[in-house]
């Protein structure tokens, strides 16, 4: 059975970087019937996809963030990661790593993120 | 890319249907059969209910049902149960490996 697990700071300060890992379990990153992905939820609002990525490194962004993330994969630790440059407290958010198909199938537990000084 | 319009709110008694629609564009909903339907518990992660517009995922209670007309997709919950009350959130694919999600609607069970 598929298990994605966040892990990451819970507090990031104003025009810093915010970096997350998601690490995959019961099944291999490298699966060709993957992509894998990061979404997130802001306090009380609904939720938002932040970009995904393949296995191979090929990655796709979100217009709307595109300036500020990379996302990344680390294939020998079974793990993808996520960088969001120059935070400010809008980037305050739940934020979730899934497995994608034709749908967000298996999701991590989600981790907040507060960005504060 | 613009967020996919939901109701805010829809309710229903327990027993009784309730549809909750999803409208986006032909760019997204009306241009792929990639949409799929989430129900978030609070406090909990999203939880994957329906995919590729009518699929259900193995455990999926059939009381879930999902549908596509034009630019609108439908999710539909018959036989109403307590807890069935939550957050659902629609999610259509938008091309160049792109998603766009819905504004969610929170349903409560009367």
């Known amino acids: 059975q598929l298990q994605l697990q966040e892990s990451g700071p819970g507090l990031v300060k104003p025009s810093e970087t915010l970096s997350l890992t998601c690490t995959v379990s019961g099944g291999s990153i490298s699966s060709s019937y993957y992509y894998w992905g990061w979404i997130r939820q802001p306090p009380g609002k609904g939720l938002d996809w932040i970009g995904s990525i393949y296995y191979s490194g090929s990655t796709y962004y979100n217009p709307s963030l595109k300036s500020r993330v990379t996302i990344s994969v680390d294939t020998s630790n079974n793990q993808f990661s996520l960088k969001l440059i120059s935070v400010t407290a809008a980037d305050t958010a739940v934020y979730y790593c899934?497995?994608?198909?034709?749908?967000?199938?298996?999701w991590g537990q989600g981790t907040m993120v507060t960005v504060s000084s | 890319q613009s967020a996919l319009t939901q109701p805010a709110s829809v309710s229903g008694s327990p027993g009784q249907s309730i549809t909750i629609s999803c409208t986006g564009t032909s760019s997204d909903v009306g241009g792929y059969n990639y949409v799929s339907w989430y129900q978030q518990h609070p406090g909990k992660a999203p939880k994957l209910m329906i995919y590729d517009v009518s699929k259900r995922p193995s455990g999926v209670s059939n009381r879930f049902s999902g549908s596509k007309s034009g630019n609108t997709a439908s999710l539909t919950i018959s036989g109403l149960q307590a807890e069935d009350e939550a957050d659902f959130y629609c999610c259509s694919y938008a091309g160049s490996s792109t998603w766009v999600f819905g504004g969610g609607t929170k349903l409560t069970v009367l």
């Open positions: 899934a497995n994608l198909n034709d749908a967000f199938d298996i």
